[in-house]
């Protein structure tokens, strides 16, 4: 029986619920209930990966004929052989797997090495089925007597198999993600300003776009938070425009599958008057160009350019960034919408970190991020400007040294500090 996941959409407030179904459509009771306790504190896309990544472990103990419950409450759970194989399931990308066999046609050819997930994913599935193995075993003591003896058993086991399970993850290098350098955000800047010779967007998205890898990049905030932002959240007038980012609040009302979500905390973006003017001229003149039909949308401000338009996708703006890299790909070949996010934060570090105190700095990123007050997401967000900080003082150290200055340097002000110029 094959299983799949499936969104439902709550009618009373739009929210969505993850499910998973049977080839008849009927919910999976267990699989269910386990990915409904996951909702709170979590993004919908984040229990539909959980929701896909236990799926996966039904195929395999399809394919070996294990009832995984059953298991669970005997306390038996699996042998090393069958762990192993677990493992080695898991650690194969079943799309790269499926479309390899579709093309060579035949099951038993040598597995090329896309079709293998990395380290990292890897451990993150094992994660998913410790974690859900977990619950079944607690699931399966609830209501039991102490003096019940799988009460004592199944506890013990699920230790041992999880701990064996975290035996067999395989360590590896995860690429850091950087932001762009310079001369890549210039050109993304350039090359999608509407009367750009090179735009290769068509002439009726081209303002749009532009304005969007703008405010990705000017802005800071996540793609979910920029197409969740409403027309009513745009104060564009007055001496400190800004746009207010945050929960989607009108879910109800908008007819994407999986309505873009904010993992941050609300806050207003101030912009320039020359920014504010830009994206009220989009509001104002483009989308208010599709007519009545356009008024009747949802009251976000990025639709697309269907013949009854409805809010963008996520998709959509992958598909913006693919095209890029495809008609550019020497100059945006690292082209991410989440990479603009990590050069908002390197440019904010070039122009503030030295400045401001260390832990000033951490506020005022904090802040403009939608971090809590404790994060540390920061350190990986400006991988590229540290670099960059890092180049200016080993420039800085070797000159010096070379001329035999040893005195204390303040890389931000290249001139020596010497002791006659300390305030006393």
Same mark, same amino acid.
């Not at 896309?45 to 059953?70: A, F, P």
């Given at each position: 029986m094959?299983?799949?996941?499936?969104?439902?959409?709550?009618?009373?407030?739009?929210e969505?619920?993850?499910?998973v179904?049977?080839?008849?459509g009927m919910?999976?009771?267990?699989?269910s209930?386990?990915l409904?306790?996951?909702?709170?504190?979590?993004?919908?896309?984040?229990?539909l990966n959980?929701?896909?990544?236990?799926?996966?472990?039904?195929?395999?103990?399809?394919?070996?004929?294990i009832?995984?419950?059953?298991?669970?409450?005997?306390?038996?759970?699996?042998g090393?052989?069958?762990?192993?194989?677990?493992?080695?399931y898991?650690s194969?990308?079943?799309?790269?797997?499926?479309?390899?066999?579709?093309?060579?046609g035949?099951?038993?050819?040598?597995?090329?090495?896309?079709?293998?997930?990395?380290?990292?994913?890897?451990?993150?599935?094992?994660?998913?089925?410790?974690?859900?193995?977990?619950?079944?075993?607690?699931?399966?003591?609830?209501?039991?007597?102490?003096?019940d003896?799988?009460?004592?058993?199944?506890?013990?086991?699920?230790?041992?198999?999880?701990?064996?399970?975290?035996?067999?993850?395989?360590?590896?290098?995860?690429?850091?993600r950087?932001?762009?350098?310079?001369?890549?955000?210039?050109?993304?800047?350039?090359?999608?300003?509407?009367?750009?010779?090179?735009?290769?967007?068509?002439?009726?998205?081209?303002?749009?776009?532009?304005?969007?890898?703008?405010?990705?990049?000017?802005?800071?905030?996540?793609?979910g938070?920029?197409?969740?932002?409403g027309?009513?959240?745009?104060?564009?007038?007055g001496?400190?425009?800004y746009?207010? *980012?945050?929960? #989607? !609040?009108?879910?109800e009302?908008?007819p994407?599958s999986?309505?873009? &979500?904010?993992?941050? $905390?609300? +806050?207003?973006?101030?912009?320039?008057?020359e920014?504010?003017?830009?994206?009220?001229?989009y509001?104002?003149?483009?989308?208010?160009?599709?007519?009545?039909?356009?008024?009747?949308?949802?009251?976000?401000?990025?639709?697309?350019?269907?013949?009854?338009?409805?809010?963008?996708?996520?998709?959509?703006?992958?598909?913006m960034?693919?095209?890029?890299?495809?008609?550019?790909?020497?100059?945006?070949?690292?082209?991410h919408?989440?990479?603009?996010r990590?050069? *908002?934060?390197? #440019? !904010?570090?070039?122009?503030?970190?030295?400045?401001?105190?260390?832990? &000033?700095?951490?506020? $005022?990123? +904090?802040?403009?991020?939608?971090?809590?007050n404790?994060?540390?997401?920061?350190?990986?967000?400006?991988?590229?400007?540290?670099?960059?900080?890092?180049?200016r003082c080993?420039?800085?150290?070797?000159?010096?040294?070379?001329?035999?200055?040893?005195?204390?340097?303040?890389?931000?002000?290249?001139?020596?500090?010497?002791?006659?110029?300390?305030?006393m």
């Amino acid at each position: 029986m094959g299983y799949q996941v499936s969104v439902w959409r709550i009618d009373d407030n739009g929210e969505r619920a993850v499910v998973v179904v049977d080839d008849q459509g009927m919910p999976h009771d267990q699989v269910s209930r386990y990915l409904l306790g996951k909702r709170n504190n979590r993004a919908t896309k984040t229990v539909l990966n959980l929701g896909k990544n236990v799926c996966q472990l039904y195929r395999w103990s399809e394919e070996l004929g294990i009832d995984i419950e059953d298991r669970i409450k005997s306390g038996q759970i699996f042998g090393i052989t069958e762990i192993d194989s677990l493992v080695a399931y898991l650690s194969m990308n079943q799309r790269q797997l499926k479309k390899q066999n579709e093309e060579q046609g035949n099951d038993d050819c040598v597995l090329s090495f896309a079709g293998y997930v990395t380290a990292s994913v890897l451990a993150q599935k094992i994660d998913v089925a410790k974690d859900y193995f977990k619950w079944l075993g607690n699931l399966a003591i609830e209501g039991r007597l102490v003096t019940d003896p799988y009460y004592a058993a199944i506890g013990p086991a699920i230790k041992d198999l999880n701990d064996a399970l975290d035996a067999r993850k395989v360590t590896g290098t995860k690429k850091a993600r950087i932001g762009l350098t310079v001369e890549e955000q210039q050109f993304l800047l350039s090359v999608t300003h509407p009367e750009h010779s090179q735009n290769p967007f068509e002439s009726r998205t081209r303002i749009r776009n532009h304005l969007i890898f703008k405010l990705l990049m000017l802005c800071g905030v996540r793609l979910g938070e920029l197409l969740a932002l409403g027309t009513i959240n745009c104060h564009l007038l007055g001496d400190d425009p800004y746009l207010r *980012f945050g929960q #989607n !609040l009108t879910k109800e009302v908008d007819p994407r599958s999986i309505p873009p &979500e904010a993992k941050t $905390l609300p +806050r207003n973006i101030y912009l320039t008057a020359e920014l504010a003017a830009e994206v009220d001229s989009y509001i104002m003149n483009e989308r208010k160009a599709r007519g009545r039909i356009a008024r009747k949308a949802p009251p976000y401000v990025f639709l697309n350019t269907l013949k009854e338009p409805a809010p963008m996708t996520e998709g959509a703006i992958y598909h913006m960034c693919q095209l890029l890299r495809e008609k550019f790909p020497k100059q945006l070949a690292n082209l991410h919408p989440h990479r603009l996010r990590h050069s *908002f934060n390197d #440019n !904010l570090a070039l122009m503030f970190a030295d400045s401001a105190g260390d832990e &000033e700095f951490l506020k $005022l990123q +904090r802040w403009l991020n939608g971090w809590s007050n404790s994060s540390k997401e920061g350190q990986t967000y400006t991988l590229r400007s540290t670099e960059i900080r890092g180049q200016r003082c080993l420039q800085m150290l070797q000159e010096n040294i070379l001329k035999g200055n040893y005195h204390e340097q303040d890389y931000a002000h290249p001139e020596p500090k010497y002791d006659e110029d300390i305030d006393m």
